[in-house]
């Protein structure tokens, strides 16, 4: 039998995540990589709206800190002006793009 993708468990409000990717600003992920330059390293954040594809967000910094994430976050809030919750799924504690408390896979609800 095929996976049941109707389910509803480990959401707050009790949403269909699969719905949630019918509209834009409604799910948001976050990614991090790093950049060679001449004069060393340079970090990208980036949030992509999963419905839409895009590129909402970004921060780049010479430093890899939480902060590079949290600005590319801010970029994505300021842009799009959700007007309704945004799911935000973090990556694990070891990933420089973590953001949460110390357990694996947090997720941030984003009410605005």
Known sequence: MGADHSSTQGTPDGENRIDRLHAPDTAWVTDITYIKTMEGFAYLAVVIDLFSRRVIGWSLQSRQTSEVVLQALHMAVW?????????????????????GSASCGTTIWFTP
Request: no cysteine; aromatic share 4%; glycine share 0%.
């Open 79 to 99: 842009r799009r002006k959700p007007q309704n919750t945004v799911l935000v799924p973090t990556r694990a504690p070891s990933s420089p793009a973590w953001i």
